[in-house]
C-alpha cells in the first residue's frame, strides 16, 4: 500500500477516534515525550507499562493520571506526563497531516524535476 493512502488511513482513523469522544468526559493518559502508556493495574495500583499507540493507551481521570504520571521516570529521569486524550488525539492528527502534506509535495517536486 503506498504510503500516502497509509497516512490518510491513519489520519481518517484518527479522526474518528476523536468524533467518538465524548466532549463532556476529561479522559487523561499518561505520556513520556510521544510515548503513551496502556498499564495493567492491581488494585488499582499501576503493575506494569507497555507502549502502545494513542487509541489503545489506559484513559484515567485526571487525578489518577497525575499520580501515575509522577511516579513514572524512564533510564534519563524524564517524568511522565498526564495528557488529555483528546489533546494528545488532536497532537498526532497534526504530525499525521503534516507528513502527509510534506509528502505530497515531495511527489510534486518529483514529478516536476525534468526527464533525462
Given amino acids: 500500500m503506498p504510503l500516502a493512502t497509509q497516512l490518510r488511513e491513519q489520519i481518517a482513523e484518527t479522526e474518528a477516534?476523536?468524533?467518538?469522544?465524548?466532549?463532556?468526559?476529561?479522559?487523561?493518559?499518561?505520556?513520556?515525550?510521544?510515548?503513551?502508556f496502556q498499564f495493567v493495574m492491581q488494585q488499582r495500583k499501576p503493575?506494569?507499562?507497555?507502549?502502545?499507540?494513542?487509541?489503545?493507551?489506559?484513559?484515567?481521570?485526571?487525578a489518577d493520571a497525575q499520580m501515575i504520571a509522577q511516579a513514572l521516570k524512564n533510564s534519563q529521569g524524564e517524568p511522565g506526563r498526564a495528557i488529555p486524550l483528546l489533546a494528545a488525539l488532536n497532537m498526532q492528527l497534526a504530525k499525521q497531516q503534516a507528513a502527509l502534506l510534506k509528502l505530497e509535495q515531495a511527489i510534486s517536486v518529483i514529478q516536476w524535476l525534468p526527464r533525462r
Avoid at 503493575?47 to 485526571?62: D, I, K
Fill in 47 to 62: 503493575v506494569s507499562a507497555t507502549v502502545v499507540e494513542l487509541a489503545l493507551a489506559t484513559r484515567f481521570t485526571e
Fill in 17 to 36: 477516534l476523536i468524533r467518538r469522544l465524548d466532549p463532556r468526559s476529561a479522559q487523561y493518559i499518561v505520556m513520556q515525550g510521544d510515548k503513551a
